[in-house]
């Protein structure tokens, strides 16, 4: 379960890209690595908790780990939600230091931050947001706390259930939100930049999730959970994973 990297000095050598090197998943969006011509890099991932966490759900699926996969979409879905929240907050022009505060009486009660995902939703669209079925909510509930061994197609599915339910929302906030979004990303690079030296200058890594809540453009194509897991799959045959 590793996330593939360019070296960027291979790339400019060379000028064709070049098969990438695969790094462990990091909670700090900071990786370090060195790819087999002896590059040493740092990159800061662009991509948002939330897709990170779906990407490691994709990889779960291909490497046999379907209640893994399970967990980690859903945790992506909580994740959408505090980013919504966020993005909204930001857009409403509120101060990141408040919104701080009060994130940290929320910040231990999903319950919570679904609750204010919704009041927040219906405030700006005028209308209630699309949620996880019934179904599904007692599904993931099985899997994670009773432990329930779900089948591939069952993680398969449930992955497909929480991208049906980010997609429609991710595509009316590149509109409402556009510019929040793109503030909120860069306060997401800067908070990991901290000062330049030679010893620390980061890159900033762009690695699209299937999601790319971020970064939509008009036209965006959305596409499922089995043609995301065809990719990966394609995308693991390119050189060995170390
Ligand atoms: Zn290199």
Redesign the pocket.
């Given at each position: 379960m590793k996330l593939p990297m360019t070296?960027?000095?291979?790339?400019h050598?060379l000028n064709t890209p070049?098969y990438p090197?695969w790094v462990e998943y990091q909670d700090s969006h900071l990786y370090e690595f060195e790819?087999?011509?002896?590059?040493k890099?740092h990159a800061i991932l662009q991509q948002q908790k939330l897709e990170v966490l779906f990407s490691i759900g994709m990889h779960a699926i291909t490497d046999g780990y379907y209640r893994e996969a399970v967990a980690s979409f859903a945790s992506s879905l909580e994740r959408f939600y505090e980013f919504f929240i966020k993005v909204k907050l930001l857009h409403e022009k509120i101060d990141s230091s408040a919104v701080t505060k009060s994130w940290k009486n929320v910040a231990q009660q999903s319950e919570r931050q679904l609750g204010a995902f919704i009041l927040f939703y219906t405030q700006t669209f005028n209308e209630e947001p699309l949620l996880l079925s019934q179904s599904n909510t007692k599904f993931r509930n099985a899997v994670i706390h009773k432990g329930l061994i779900p089948t591939k197609q069952e993680a398969i599915d449930f992955g497909q259930a929480v991208l049906d339910v980010i997609n429609p929302i991710a595509e009316k906030m590149t509109t409402k939100f556009k510019d929040a979004i793109i503030e909120f990303t860069f306060m997401h690079i800067y908070s990991y930049s901290g000062p330049r030296s030679a010893e620390w200058n980061p890159s900033t890594m762009n690695s699209p999730s299937l999601l790319n809540v971020s970064s939509r453009n008009p036209g965006y194509v959305q596409h499922t959970v089995a043609d995301g897991l065809e990719h990966l799959i394609k995308m693991k045959g390119f050189g060995a994973i170390r």
């Open positions: 070296c960027f000095e291979c790339f050598e070049q090197v790819c087999p011509n002896g590059h890099s």
